[in-house]
């Protein structure tokens, strides 16, 4: 990490990828041409152009193309933050300085200032989702310096190595366009920006159509070369994932990323493919897993002795699923942040050990004894094996099964619980759960699927109102402070938070605060190591899948970068073919 002299960029472990006087990231191309128009789905609806707050429904896509941030952090040096906003950083024990471009410009052509930087942080505290308050809470002020520098001080006792960079990462708005309006109040007032892109038009819950900035000030930094290259982008809302691929070969929409095998595997057979008017790729990348899951709401006294969690886990039937529905076309995830090289696998040893080793008191033994595993089920009896131990399990935690259906000894209540998912996907799941269904009733267990609206959808899950959920979060490649607002204790209670199961253990809060004040790269490794072992010992979530490729069916119009890293799906670095 830098310290004190001005730097160009702020690096959380070991040497930045580029050198200060860097053109542009390998992964673009720098002299891709602009013009042309870009048609691209989202799921839902929209009601609201402000992301950033608890109520409403807004596009993340719009607020990154149309406002900047501080620094950017690309997909090659992940643990990085290059000059955007700010040019250069000034980095200490217990501030962090900003020194903001003197070019930097509002849409309007009105200078973003210290103010402007000073109005954004305080806003998301103030008015954004609760949960900023857990993101920043070891940040105790920002002051401002002089028109172009800000400086933001750090609680007392403050141990956050991640904290310079991920203030870089927060968006800045004009003080002007907000102060005479409610931030925590959706709205469709169209908000000035100071990014590529500025909205044009939109219909509320159908489309939005936005422009490229002909005079975007940060066109040239290097941060933004080869990025942001269509004069048009229009995003067009639906309400189901597969009425896009129609979508896709009627010339509607211009490209699309497929999320269902089968019709990988099957739906692209067709003339356009044929001839090559559109593309089928494979893009793969270096990205961590998406945690993909059924989410379990440990507020529901049912599912709150680990028992019954790891019971449901042994009933779905993964191997199944992906042979005899999804082509045998993804893995399983088999750890809270698969494919980022800091899996708990085996048995602790080193350095996770030891840290382990602290909280010997607090944990199950199956911790240091018994490497976490998930279900076998490639064979009939496996399967069935699986689903004795289930019921064992349910035996061990006070229920039995009378009448076909298990009960609670006590209660004679019936173990039923619903699992929800969202329309955009839900077509999809239902071939999923069928078979889960099951074999949950093998072992006399009830549960019903439902697919919500998507709005309805995010409305439950933000008011933790579901017994069990079909969720998926991307993960950071370096974890950090957003593990507060996934796994940590004050989050389960906040409303809108990512804590949506409600995890409360005094370890995992302990071992996340480590991780955030880790000085050394093999302490770091080590505290996620052990976060991720303490986390599969409790059986919080049923893993799902993931794929090492972002699938894209795409009109074949665009120029697309030629590069060996596996950056995966990228459009905003495409181009139109003139």
């Known amino acids: 990490m830098c310290a004190n002299a001005a730097d160009k960029k702020i690096a959380l472990y070991g040497k930045a990828k580029y050198a200060d006087n860097f053109k542009s990231f390998s992964y673009v191309n720098p002299n891709a041409p602009k013009g042309g128009r870009l048609i691209i789905p989202e799921y839902g609806g929209f009601d609201n152009f402000n992301p950033f707050i608890f109520k409403g429904s807004a596009s993340g896509t719009v607020a990154d193309l149309i406002w900047d941030s501080l620094g950017y952090t690309p997909v090659d040096d992940i643990s990085v933050a290059y000059p955007l906003i700010a040019k250069e950083f000034e980095v200490s024990k217990n501030h962090v300085d900003f020194i903001l471009d003197e070019r930097a410009k509002f849409a309007d052509g009105s200078a973003v200032t210290a103010d402007d930087v000073i109005f954004s942080f305080n806003i998301l505290l103030s008015s954004g989702a ?292 969202n329309s955009a996907n839900g077509t999809t799941f239902t071939r999923v759960m069928l078979p889960f269904i099951h074999n949950l009733q093998k072992i006399g267990v009830e549960a019903t699927f439902r697919s919500l609206e998507v709005n309805i959808f995010k409305n439950r899950m933000d008011n933790f109102d579901y017994d069990m959920a079909i969720m998926s979060y991307r993960i950071s490649a370096m974890p950090g402070n957003e593990l507060k607002e996934m796994y940590g204790s004050k989050a389960a209670d906040v409303k809108g938070s990512y804590n949506v199961m409600g995890i409360k253990n005094e370890v995992v809060d302990l071992l996340i605060d480590e991780i955030i004040k880790a000085e050394k790269k093999e302490d770091y490794e080590a505290y996620i190591k052990a976060l991720d072992r303490v986390l ?26 030629q590069t060996d890293i596996k950056v995966g799906f990228q459009p905003f670095t495409w181009w139109a073919k003139q």
């Open 130 to 421: 609760p949960i900023y308050k857990v993101y920043y809470a070891d940040v105790e002020k920002a002051e401002k310096i002089n028109d172009h520098h800000v400086r933001f001080h750090f609680r007392d006792g403050a141990q956050n190595k991640e904290l310079p960079l991920i203030l870089t990462q927060f968006k800045i708005f004009p003080q002007k366009d907000w102060e005479t309006r409610d931030f925590a109040k959706p709205s469709l007032q169209i908000p000035l920006g100071n990014g590529p892109y500025k909205i044009k038009t939109f219909k509320a819950g159908k489309y939005i159509v936005l422009e490229r900035n002909q005079n975007y000030w940060a066109k040239d930094v290097p941060t933004r070369k080869g990025f942001y290259n269509f004069d048009e982008i229009r995003i067009d809302y639906y309400q189901d994932t597969t009425v896009t691929l129609q979508a896709l070969f009627a010339g509607n929409i211009d490209l699309r990323e497929e999320y269902i095998a089968k019709i990988w595997a099957t739906g692209y057979d067709n003339d356009l493919i044929k001839s090559g008017k559109v593309i089928k790729k494979a893009f793969e990348h270096n990205n961590p897993a998406v945690l993909q899951h059924f989410a379990i709401n440990l507020r529901r006294d049912k599912f709150k002795d680990k028992r019954i969690r790891r019971a449901l886990d042994l009933a779905f039937n993964f191997d199944f699923a992906n042979e005899k529905l999804f082509y045998s076309a993804y893995k399983r995830l088999y750890s809270y942040f698969t494919n980022t090289g800091f899996e708990a696998t085996g048995l602790p040893q080193g350095k996770e050990k030891e840290v382990l080793e602290k909280y010997k008191d607090k944990l199950s033994e199956n911790v240091f004894e018994t490497p976490f595993a998930l279900p076998d089920n490639s064979t009939p009896q496996k399967v069935r094996e699986n689903l004795r131990q289930a019921v064992q399990l349910f035996k061990e935690a006070g229920y039995e099964i009378t009448d076909g259906k298990m009960r609670n000894i006590q209660t004679g209540e019936p173990f039923e619980f619903e699992i929800l998912s």
């Open 536 to 561: 599969l010992s409790e059986y919080y979530l049923i893993f799902q899948w993931y794929s090492p490729y972002n699938r894209v069916g795409y009109q074949n119009k665009f120029g697309i970068p």
